[in-house]
């Protein structure tokens, strides 16, 4: 059965093999800070229960986002690490690169144009 509740299409968390896709949709923009925290925390429960070898985070539907959204990021990268696997972003606008950059995230996580190239990144040899 599928999740109907607000926050279910807010985070979704897609598998591609091995890796996980985390494709925020506009709403995190103006989601309610409880049903953004409830989406991260869906979204970190799929990561636990089925660890993937990596997660691409892809910022190419939204062109902001707050301080809940950058804290479900780095519990994303600690629970990843924990894991032995690695978060990158992908098709982050210049706003949200930019984001990345004040908070000094860019430095912690690779970013690719796009989700086709985050996930053939993970595919070359280390």
Do not use: N
Request: charged fraction near 25%; proline fraction near 7%; charge should be neutral.
């Amino acid at each position: 059965m599928k999740d109907e509740s607000p926050h279910a299409a807010t985070l979704p968390v897609d598998r591609h093999g091995e890796l996980a896709v985390l494709t925020p949709s506009p709403a995190v923009v103006t989601a309610p800070e409880d049903v953004l925290e409830r989406a991260g925390k869906d979204a970190l429960e799929q990561l636990r229960a089925l660890p993937p070898r990596g997660v691409v985070v892809d910022l190419s539907q939204v062109d902001y986002f707050g301080s809940l959204f950058i804290s479900m990021l780095v519990r994303c990268h600690t629970l990843l690490r924990k894991q032995g696997s690695k978060l990158v972003i992908a098709g982050a606008s210049a706003r949200a690169r930019e984001l990345l950059r004040l908070t000094a995230l860019d430095e912690l996580w690779a970013q690719y144009p796009t989700r086709m190239d985050a996930v053939q990144a993970f595919s070359k040899p280390a």
